[in-house]
């Protein structure tokens, strides 16, 4: 494109990006992201969120968590993208406290916070039964005021029976009879 004098734009970039961080070719992803800003074009969100996905994806997360880190250093917007991917992948990888850290951070620079993001994380702990930090979560989602859905409850409530966890079964069954999910 270069030599034909066309100046590719953000958009190509991160496509090209996108294609080599699934190649799992991250040397090359980084290369072109060096390359847009030696031509004078700003990565976008897009472009920071492709990178840390890329990197998450194919399990180099503590990669991930320095660009992240990096990139906050040097006070690049990111978009909250790039923090649930985050999150997702230690939640996924069983390290609950990089999760929390992460999703308060997330919740430390303004990101609106939905069910489905206490959803998301929820979920991926209790498929690694990670009991007590999906309680936490769910405490978490109780005190900002935000309802659970009666899937997430079912999750939960299947995660608990297979740990023979009972006590939190029957809390979770009034929680789910006061929100309105269980009638008498």
């Given amino acids: ?21 699934k190649a799992r070719d991250f040397k090359k992803a980084f290369q072109l992201h060096n390359q847009m800003l030696i031509h004078n074009l700003e990565p976008t969100p897009v472009t920071y969120n492709v990178l840390i996905n890329g990197l998450c994806v194919y399990g180099n997360l503590m990669d991930a968590d320095r660009l992240l880190v990096s990139l906050c250093d040097c006070n690049i917007n990111l978009t909250k993208v790039a923090y ?21 951070q997330m919740v430390e620079k303004g990101f609106e916070i939905s069910i489905r993001d206490y959803s998301a994380v929820i979920n991926r702990l209790c498929k690694r039964c990670l009991i007590t930090a999906a309680k936490y979560f769910f405490c978490m989602m109780l005190s900002d005021g935000i309802c659970p859905d009666q899937e997430l409850c079912e999750v939960m409530l299947n995660t608990f ?15 789910m009879f006061k929100l309105g999910f269980l009638h008498d």
């Fill in 1 to 21: 494109m270069y030599a034909k004098g066309i100046t590719p734009d953000q958009i190509t970039y991160n496509t090209l990006i996108k294609c080599f961080c």
């Fill in 84 to 104: 649930t991917t985050l999150i997702k992948a230690h939640c996924a990888k069983g390290d609950v406290y990089r999760a929390v850290g992460l999703f308060h």
């Fill in 161 to 175: 029976r297979r740990r023979r966890d009972l006590n939190s079964v029957a809390d979770l069954l009034a929680e």
